[in-house]
């Protein structure tokens, strides 16, 4: 069972989000926008952040940056959840450094796959 940061500004999709990581064994922490989310990472370092690029006050890719620019996060592994998929957006989450790619909307099989992935490759290192 791994802790799962969920930042992401839609209710009910956050919420949907929730019961399938919850279904899978997974503790989740929900924040509805980045402060929200920075400051439960300061309370309660995740496993793994679910982070949505559209998200009001700051975008996704600043809040990834702030992420990977602090030592205290920068190796926690991010899964990009968003409805973006354009060639752009994929090139710049990777050279952002995330470790997953998942565009909505998603199948909850394809979700806990990911999920399940990124946290065993983390394991290994």
Request: contains cysteine.
């Amino acid at each position: 069972m791994a802790t799962i940061l969920v930042i992401e500004d839609d209710p009910s999709f956050l919420d949907l989000l929730r019961l399938h990581l919850l279904s899978a064994n997974h503790s989740v922490n929900a924040a509805e926008n980045p402060e929200q989310g920075l400051h439960s990472l300061l309370e309660n370092p995740p496993d793994l952040i679910l982070l949505d690029l559209d998200l009001p006050y700051l975008s996704g890719f600043e809040v990834l940056e702030a992420l990977r620019g602090d030592p205290a996060s920068h190796n926690i592994p991010v899964i990009i959840v968003t409805a973006r998929s354009d060639d752009e957006t994929h090139s710049r989450c990777k050279r952002t450094g995330v470790d997953g790619f998942l565009t909505k909307p998603l199948r909850s099989d394809r979700l806990i796959d990911v999920v399940g992935k990124v946290l065993a490759s983390r394991t290994q290192k």
